[in-house]
């Protein structure tokens, strides 16, 4: 069965880094297109980044072009987030996606705090 699992948050002074990792199994890995999405508190989840099978990226967040990259290593079926110049407005809880023969599938989130 398709397995996500996200770590790599933490707490983090305002203007640090962070890089997430999401672990995937279940799945032929390389391809398919991973995504990373984020719940901030009070707020709907969002789409943060996309990187295809062919690790074309985007990033669908305005304020996180320039900042954030997305990555993967298809040896390792991992995904990668990393974070630089961090905010407060970057907190809440970054989870890794995958759409899988017709269902979304989730990872149980990582928590992203950005404070002094």
């Known amino acids: 069965q398709v397995q996500l699992v996200d770590s790599g948050g933490g707490l983090v002074q305002p203007g640090g880094s962070l890089t997430l990792s999401c672990a995937a199994s279940?799945?032929?890995?390389?391809?398919?297109?991973m995504n990373w999405y984020r719940q901030a508190p009070g707020k709907e989840r969002e789409l943060v980044a996309t990187i295809s099978n062919l690790s074309s990226t985007t990033i669908s967040v305005r304020s996180a072009k320039g900042r954030f990259t997305i990555s993967r290593d298809n040896s390792r079926n991992t995904v990668y987030l990393q974070m630089n110049s961090l905010s407060p407005e970057d907190t809440g809880v970054y989870s890794c996606?995958?759409?899988?023969?017709?269902?979304?599938?989730w990872g149980q989130g990582t928590q992203v705090t950005v404070s002094s």
């Open positions: 996606s995958v759409f899988v023969l017709a269902r979304r599938y």
């Open positions: 279940g799945f032929v890995f390389s391809n398919y297109a």
